[in-house]
């Protein structure tokens, strides 16, 4: 770790697993789970239903800031899913309409985000699903420190890197 930056190498996915969940109702895969497994506090930004199963890459940010975010893009590969832990923070938007075209074009599926985002329109316009705790117009920092592919908390629920995160509008 230098300047307090810390990445790791993407963790390979767990197909079968994939395919045995998608098209879950995230509700149901929490109940056969014992009611445990879930976040708190986190939306789906899209007005529209939208459904996402695929594979974490973690990243931990310092509140309102998103240069790790922009690491983990350049790592996405089709089929994950970016996990943001920031930290609850809504004082500034993580992602917004330019971060999630390049994840799109990347292959990936969705964005879960412990912190603010924002051009929520161009998530649903373009039917990309987003979770996120919060919206703000207010753009990032960019300085770190923060961490790629570490485990991370995201609405209360622990997420490790390569782990498979389900979302709908359940929430």
């Known amino acids: 770790m230098s300047n307090g930056i810390d990445i790791q190498p993407r963790v390979q996915p767990f197909a079968p697993g994939l395919d045995a969940l998608r098209g879950l109702a995230s509700s149901v895969v929490s109940d056969v789970m014992g009611?445990?497994?879930g976040s708190t506090g986190l939306h789906p930004v899209n007005r529209s239903p939208v459904q996402a199963c695929g594979n974490a890459v973690t990243v931990k940010v310092r509140a309102g800031d998103n240069l790790l975010i922009h690491r983990a893009l350049d790592m996405l590969e089709p089929g994950d899913v970016l996990v943001v832990d920031g930290q609850g923070d809504l004082s500034r938007a993580l992602v917004g309409e330019i971060m999630m075209h390049t994840a799109r074009v990347r292959g990936a599926v969705a964005f879960v985000m412990d912190g603010a985002v924002r051009d929520v329109d161009a998530f649903e316009t373009h039917?990309?699903?987003?979770?996120?705790?919060?919206?703000n117009l207010r753009g990032p920092m960019k300085d770190g420190p923060g961490t790629l592919n570490h485990p991370v908390t995201v609405g209360g629920l622990l997420v490790h890197p390569g782990d498979i995160v389900?979302?709908?509008?359940?929430?």
């Open 35 to 37: 009611r445990m497994e």
């Open 127 to 135: 039917g990309f699903p987003c979770w996120a705790r919060g919206v």
């Open 166 to 171: 389900l979302g709908d509008n359940g929430e």
